[in-house]
C-alpha cells in the first residue's frame, strides 16, 4: 500500500469520528425534542419538518442529495422509533 493511501486513510479516520460525534449530537438533540413534544402531548411527526430539513440539506448539497435523503430518513425514524 502507498504512503498517500495511508495518508488518505488517516485523513478519512479523522473524518469519521468527527462525522461520527456530529451524528450522536444530532440523535441526542432529536431524541430531546421528541421527549418535549410527547410530554406537551404533540405528535413526534412532523413530516413538514422533515421535508424542511430534506430540501435545505439537498439544497446545500445537490450533488449527493439522494444519499443524504437516505441518511437524515433514517435518522429521523431512528430517533423518533428508540
Known amino acids: 500500500m502507498t504512503n498517500e493511501i495511508k ?7 479523522l473524518l469519521d469520528d468527527q462525522i461520527s460525534e456530529l451524528l450522536l ?6 431524541k ?5 413534544k410527547k410530554e406537551a402531548g ?8 422533515e421535508k424542511e430539513i430534506l430540501e435545505r440539506i439537498t439544497e446545500l ?3 449527493n442529495s439522494e444519499l443524504l435523503k437516505e441518511i437524515y430518513r433514517r435518522i429521523f ?4 422509533n428508540r
Not at 449530537?25 to 432529536?30: N, S, V
Not at 404533540?42 to 419538518?49: A, F, G, T, W
Open 25 to 30: 449530537k444530532r440523535i441526542e438533540t432529536g
Open 61 to 63: 448539497h445537490p450533488e
Open 42 to 49: 404533540i405528535s413526534k411527526d412532523d413530516p413538514e419538518r
Open 32 to 36: 430531546k425534542i421528541v421527549k418535549l
Open 77 to 80: 425514524d431512528w430517533v423518533k
Open 7 to 13: 495518508e488518505l486513510r488517516k485523513e478519512l479516520d
